[in-house]
């Protein structure tokens, strides 16, 4: 994955993709915190940290960096679906 302006690859960690996928759904930090059951200064060290490394300015900016390099589903757009497993 790369980063908003250079391209350059991007590595984010679980949570920070976690936080990202939250971000996309339109929560609030707060709510965000409520949900991983973390701080609300915690999840604000995240996103400044994702919006670093992502080179992205804010958070519109960030979902579609995440739109963009496949990192979010919302409404069935940029979504990838399985083939049904034959048992």
């Known amino acids: 994955m790369?980063?908003?302006?250079?391209?350059?690859?991007?590595?984010?960690?679980?949570?920070?993709?976690?936080?990202?996928?939250?971000?996309?759904?339109?929560?609030?930090?707060?709510?965000?915190?409520?949900?991983?059951?973390?701080?609300?200064?915690?999840?604000?060290?995240?996103?400044?940290?994702?919006l670093t490394k992502t080179e992205t300015e804010n958070r519109v900016a960030l979902v579609r960096w995440a739109l963009q390099w496949g990192k979010v589903c919302l409404n069935d757009v940029n979504c990838c679906t399985l083939p049904n497993q034959i048992e």
């Open 2 to 50: 790369a980063g908003g302006k250079s391209g350059t690859p991007v590595s984010l960690s679980d949570r920070e993709l976690q936080i990202i996928d939250l971000v996309a759904t339109g929560l609030t930090n707060q709510e965000i915190a409520g949900k991983l059951e973390i701080s609300k200064r915690t999840v604000d060290n995240h996103i400044s940290n994702i």
